[in-house]
């Protein structure tokens, strides 16, 4: 049963339920040892943050800043701080000193908690710019800190402060006069072009979207729920606050590279991801398959056909499977398609909402026939997360991203734009009051900027209508979609599309260079550099051969005509790629110009 109080009060209210039973589990900084908390743990430390806050002067509304990667120790700031009717402004651990900078003034931040000795470092290094920044509180201990810093301190010693909660009588006044009204969260948009914008969230934004996510997002006490994308994310954020007020266990994954042997340790049962991740996984799984024998090869894509034909042709529908279909379905789900999750880390797989980016319909398939539960949504930080999504037990379409939830009115413009109006719709964008007029419509809509179109229900996107690129031949191309397609290769690791005021598609791709070394070996192929790689023909061929066969589905003008192989992936570091690595184009057009311009050579 949902538990959807006021996030002052969430988990103190969780706690008197659920008492001594774990929530959390988690490894400390750089750790190998799983450990955990229970509710009353939690609960307790939040009243210490809380404490601990007022000591140092924290004021209601007033916004405190953490810039870390995932830990039980954000999760213990953001409830702490709410505790006490304060904003938390999450900044992503991949930021720059630049970004954090702009985001640390715009929002007159005076307390700012940092995770590791990078963000320690970039911190300390903009301090003298950022006026308003008074005292940096260092959640791992391991972190060096600077010799002539007086002011900061580790968050072991930050919590000594709210010992024996001495301002526990006033806490709890605040909690009383705490309102819907109150904003939770300024999250700043990393954007693919110009400066972030700080979007605000209010508690009743999440309350609403808690109670409207519940009738459609079944998570119970029972899972064991990764968090896998930064706390940052409004998805992960959202996602993980909603399983909380559902009870589960939050398995709390601090380094992204490390996921796939936390989900092999600890067996989650949902997570919340990006498309990505699933192309990852079916590369993966391609990978072994096409290194099998001819046998086993003809088995396991018989045994997709049989799953895609059983929860696919007929579950997706409402439609129940004939008999024989569902005998043959329930063998293979014992015997391949078990050992597959297995692999994985997901024998006790329930559902793994999905979305952030545009989702393959043959990465969609594929998932689903092997007996995993993707549930497809759309939404944005704007929206606090989900807009729509397929609802677990009823019909779905593949390529749709699923119903709009309860409460939430959505309509198609003349234009074709997806416009949203609703309860968990933001108020407007802190300090921009010029933005905050544009995104909305004379009648309150707020402009998503994607086009879409409804059909028996379901939301269908096409494309963000910013990112349509025109040719020079006048026709429109939607380079997401291109890019999707061709990312379900398995030596494709990256991979963006151009075509803006040129005369034909080309792209930009970085392969997948430990097989494409293995290929190059394997026929004979010399090299000494990837920079060899890139530049053989052979190489080349062998990538084209592969595009063409992915591409046919395409019309002649949206098909890739030429790529450039690069030595390097796109990088935050210059600018190519925002924090949730969405590809910022116009510095890769910047950046490889010379690239570009070379394969536009007659």
Not at 86 to 110: C, G, H, K, N
Not at 151 to 174: C, H, I, N
Not at 216 to 222: A, F, H, K, S, W
Not at 347 to 369: K, R
Request: with cysteine; hydrophobic share 35%; glycine share 6%.
């Amino acid at each position: 049963m949902q538990n959807n109080s006021h996030l002052a009060l969430l988990i103190h209210e969780q706690a008197k339920t659920y008492g001594d039973r774990e929530v959390l589990i988690y490894k400390d900084f750089g750790g190998t040892e799983w450990k955990s908390y229970s509710w009353n743990q939690f609960s307790d430390t939040v009243k210490r943050v809380s404490n601990a806050l007022l000591n140092l002067g924290v004021g209601i509304q007033e916004n405190i800043g953490v810039f870390s990667q995932n830990s039980v120790q954000y999760l213990f700031c953001d409830f702490g701080a709410w505790g006490i009717r304060a904003v938390t402004i999450p900044f992503y651990a991949t930021s720059s000193e630049q970004q954090i900078q702009f985001m640390l003034t715009d929002a007159r931040i005076r307390l700012l908690f940092v995770g590791e000795q990078e963000q320690y470092d970039k911190a300390r290094r903009v301090q003298a710019t950022c006026h308003t920044l008074e005292r940096i509180i260092v959640f791992d201990r391991g972190v060096k800190l600077n010799d002539e810093d007086t002011m900061a301190m580790y968050f072991d010693d930050f919590l000594k402060l709210g010992d024996g909660l001495p301002r526990q009588t006033e806490v709890e006044g605040l909690q009383a006069q705490a309102s819907m009204d109150d904003i939770a969260n300024i999250l700043y948009t990393s954007g693919t072009t110009g400066d972030s914008k700080g979007v605000i969230l209010t508690c009743g934004q999440y309350h609403a979207a808690f109670e409207a996510n519940h009738k459609c997002v079944p998570v119970t006490e029972d899972d064991r729920v990764l968090n896998f994308l930064p706390f940052t994310h409004i998805f992960e954020k959202a996602w993980k606050i909603l399983c909380l007020t559902e009870g589960a266990r939050l398995i709390v994954n601090t380094y992204p590279q490390q996921v796939q042997q936390t989900m092999k340790e600890q067996h989650p049962t949902c997570m919340s991801s990006v498309p990505r991740f699933w192309e990852k996984v079916y590369q993966g799984v391609q990978a072994k398959i096409d290194s099998s024998s001819a046998m086993q090869r003809k088995i396991f894509r018989h045994a997709i056909s049989i799953g895609k034909r059983h929860n696919i042709d007929y579950l997706s529908k409402g439609i129940k499977p004939p008999v024989g279909l569902h005998l043959e379905y329930e063998i293979l789900n014992k015997t391949i398609f078990s050992l597959v999750r297995k692999e994985l880390g997901l024998e006790n797989a329930h559902f793994f909402p999905t979305a952030g980016a545009a989702v393959n319909p043959i990465i969609e398939e594929f998932v689903h026939s092997i007996g995993i539960t993707m549930d497809v949504g759309y939404g944005l930080t704007e929206s606090l997360a989900t807009v729509s999504c397929n609802h677990i037990g009823g019909p779905w379409t593949v390529g749709s991203v699923g119903i709009p939830i309860e409460g939430l009115s959505v309509k198609i413009s003349d234009e074709g734009e997806v416009l949203l109006k609703g309860p968990t719709i933001t108020r407007g964008y802190y300090n921009r009051d010029d933005l905050t007029r544009q995104a909305f419509t004379e009648d309150g809509y707020f402009r998503t900027g994607d086009s879409g179109y409804l059909k028996d229900g379901e939301l269908f996107l096409k494309e963000r209508i910013k990112d349509l690129f025109k040719t020079s031949n006048g026709k429109y191309i939607a380079p997401q979609m291109i890019e999707s397609k061709i990312l379900v290769d398995k030596y494709v690791d990256q991979i963006a599309i151009i075509a803006d005021q040129r005369k034909f598609v080309s792209a930009l791709i970085i392969p997948v260079y430990p097989l494409l070394e293995e290929y190059a070996r394997e026929h004979g192929i010399k090299f000494e550099s990837r920079e060899d790689l890139c530049q053989n023909a052979e190489i080349y061929q062998m990538m084209m051969d592969r595009i063409d066969t992915l591409q046919q589905q395409l019309a002649h003008y949206e098909q890739i005509k030429r790529f450039t192989l690069l030595p390097h992936a796109f990088s935050m570091e210059r600018g190519e790629l925002t924090n949730t690595l969405k590809i910022k184009r116009r510095v890769l057009n910047e950046n490889y110009k010379v690239q570009i311009d070379k394969m536009y050579e007659e």
